[in-house]
């Protein structure tokens, strides 16, 4: 079990650049999560995906905002045209499908975005 | 809709005492509850969790938490804390039929004096 990686830890960019976060889930889980935590708040749910599907995206989630898990492996998430409200932790997650009860989520260190 | 409340934004603790962190929850079917920690600038780690049966469940750390239906609480306890235990605790909340989406609280933020 090598966790959830996240990669850049950190970005920074001016607003209205377009700017992509890479996930690397635990290799044998299916559901991959993405979740935002801004300062002083708790993460909020963006999407989620089982396998290469997405299956649901939260209102958070903007047309500028788009995620992807080709294969089902690794996921990306692309924000178009950055806004300083942008700004925030993008964290995400892992489980695997759960048969019998709620499989716990596995978060990786996040990628913290600033918007200059 | 289900929500979180953690009360209590701030909790000072000195080192070597009990802490007690509150989360209340609201929701129609039994749920699913967390509760993680996050230290600066990292992601969040399971402390512990309830799917059902023993209401009190004990986690890593020394942490243990109490499920209490009629008082729709999930309050996460340490008899004796350790300066490393001062960070971000977030409890949260799952839907028994779902597939997995979690719902968090806004955190306690936990400071340990000497």
């Known amino acids: 079990d090598t966790g959830v990686s996240q990669d850049p830890r950190h970005k920074i960019t001016k607003r209205g650049q377009n700017v992509t976060f890479r996930c690397d889930p635990i290799s044998e889980h299916n559901r991959l999560y993405w979740y935002r935590q801004t300062l002083g708040q708790g993460p909020e749910f963006l999407t989620y995906?089982?396998?290469?599907?997405?299956?649901?995206k939260s209102r958070l989630l903007s047309d500028r905002f788009s995620a992807e898990r080709p294969k089902g492996s690794f996921s990306t998430l692309e924000i178009q045209r950055t806004e300083q409200g942008d700004s925030a932790m993008y964290l995400c997650?892992?489980?695997?499908?759960?048969?019998?009860?709620?499989?716990?989520?596995?978060f990786g260190d996040g990628t913290r975005l600033s918007i200059l | 809709a289900q929500s979180v409340t953690q009360p209590d934004i701030h909790i000072t603790v000195s080192e070597g005492a009990s802490l007690e962190l509150r989360c209340n929850y609201s929701?129609?079917?039994?749920?699913?509850l967390f509760w993680y920690v996050q230290s600066p600038g990292q992601g969040l780690q399971l402390l512990l969790k309830?799917?059902?049966?023993?209401?009190l469940v004990q986690g890593i750390k020394g942490f243990e938490a109490e499920f209490k239906r009629s008082q729709s609480s999930f309050n996460l306890r340490k008899p004796s804390v350790h300066w490393s235990d001062a960070a971000e605790y977030f409890c949260?909340?799952?839907?028994?039929?779902?597939?997995?989406?979690?719902?968090f609280g806004a955190g306690t933020q936990v400071v340990v004096t000497p």
């Open positions: 929701y129609g079917a039994t749920p699913y």
């Open positions: 949260a909340v799952g839907e028994a039929d779902s597939w997995g989406k979690l719902q």
């Open positions: 995906f089982q396998n290469e599907a997405q299956l649901e």
């Open positions: 309830y799917f059902s049966g023993d209401t």
């Open positions: 997650a892992s489980s695997t499908r759960w048969d019998r009860g709620l499989r716990p989520q596995h």
